[in-house]
């Protein structure tokens, strides 16, 4: 793998793509409708200048992979039965997403590239937790899940996955970087957040993290101490008060659903009914499904609630068939098997890209991922460390690597 610097991504690109995201997810942003204007403008000018100056490498995977998403998407929206939301959803998926997730899948060559974009989403990642804090403050957090009073606002559940994001890439870092106290410091700090927005998502992505790192490493050791962190971690929250009231009743309430007794909380409930009320209507269109964004116009029209499916391979199936499932998992699904490839998934950087695909694709089952940015970034994160050798190296880069090769080999005396 490359360490040096090909192409020059820089911070300020990742930067102003995460700034726009922070821009769409902040509703007091919103109101600015030519910065959003003028931000879509940008990133579309972005992927068609980047794809003009990498058009030999614009049938890479991931850019295949966005290509037929995209096509899925544009003809479900023929067909959809929501004609008031499709369209939207399918504009903000593509102009939002896709294609700027696919400029950068061009862009990022290097495992400093890659750096570099772990950075910038570090950043992003505080920026959104600091202005959700000032917008709402940080009681609200606190209301939602340790009192258990609904606040109205912003999705908690944002925070806590894009701060587990921030949290693989910070553990990254650690292990890495000299800058131990700093990313040490960083970790502290996110997983305190995660632990008090008590969502269910953020523990189960750093659980299923762990196990695959410990899985990718190959060793009994990693195995072992996975396992101790795993039992001291339900031990803490099933037993500490503070944590059980954050997160440990909210698992308690979800497994109770598979047992005997026939209680189940609210969340858990509706969540089975939403489950059911898919698969009914999956059987009926099992192929094309029923267009784009028809799951929550559905269910609304069936139950009186505009809501999504909470889970992502329901919602697919639902809104785009068989064909279009298959055709945005396959990706993910190639990029997690490679954890048991070792000669792919042997280095730092490639088992947290890995094991972070590897952790959305499992949770998937209980968060839906393709409508947001976080399960196609990281798809985007699997991708970089796996499929980044299939990239050609620009002949500049190539010339520099010679150079510095000679260089070197001079300065050893070998030539």
């Known amino acids: 793998m490359e360490t040096g610097r090909t192409n020059g991504i820089g911070m300020a690109k990742n930067v102003m793509f995460f700034m726009f995201l922070l821009a769409r997810q902040v509703p007091i942003i919103w109101q600015f409708r030519l910065v959003n204007y003028l931000m879509y403008a940008w990133l579309i000018g972005d992927f068609l200048l980047t794809a003009v100056n990498n058009r030999k490498n614009i049938r890479n995977p991931f850019v295949l992979w966005a290509a037929i998403f995209i096509a899925i998407l544009l003809f479900s929206n023929i067909w959809t039965i929501n004609t008031t939301n499709g369209g939207n959803t399918v504009t903000t998926l593509i102009l939002l997403y896709l294609l700027p997730l696919s400029s950068l899948a061009l862009s990022v060559r290097t495992t400093r590239d890659i750096e570099c974009l772990m950075r910038a989403f570090i950043l992003f990642a505080f920026c959104f937790t600091a202005i959700y804090i000032y917008d709402q403050g940080f009681q609200s957090i606190i209301n939602k899940r340790l009192l258990k009073i609904d606040t109205e606002g912003w999705n908690i559940n944002s925070i806590a996955v894009f701060d587990t994001i921030a949290l693989f890439f910070c553990i990254y870092f650690l292990k890495v970087s000299r800058q131990k106290a700093r990313y040490f410091t960083l970790i502290v700090v996110l997983l305190s957040i995660i632990v008090v927005t008590g969502t269910k998502k953020g523990f189960l992505l750093l659980g299923i993290f762990f196990w695959l790192r410990a899985i990718m490493q190959r060793k009994g050791s990693s195995l072992i101490i996975a396992g101790i962190v795993t039992f001291t971690a339900y031990f803490a929250i099933m037993n500490i008060p503070i944590l059980y009231n954050t997160v440990g009743y909210r698992f308690v309430d979800m497994m109770s659903i598979f047992s005997d007794s026939g209680e189940a909380d609210g969340s858990s409930i509706v969540r089975m009914k939403m489950i059911e009320f898919g698969w009914a209507s999956i059987q009926k269109h099992p192929w094309l499904g029923l267009g784009a964004d028809s799951f929550a116009y559905s269910f609304q029209r069936a139950y009186g ?22 055709a945005y998992y396959w990706l993910p699904v190639s990029i997690a098997l490679k954890a048991f490839n070792r000669k792919i998934a042997k280095g730092e950087i490639e088992m947290t890209g890995i094991a972070m695909t590897g952790a959305f694709l499992v949770n998937e089952m209980g968060m839906i991922g393709h409508y947001g940015i976080s399960m196609p970034f990281a798809i985007l994160m699997g991708y970089l460390v796996c499929y980044r050798n299939t990239q050609r190296i620009p002949k500049e880069a190539s010339v520099a690597f010679a150079t510095n090769l000679h260089s070197a080999a001079r300065s050893t005396g070998t030539i």
């Not at 609630?305 to 919602?315: L, Q, T």
């Open 305 to 326: 609630d505009y809501a999504y499916a909470h889970n992502g391979s329901i919602e697919l199936l639902f809104d785009y068939g068989i064909i279009g499932t298959a």
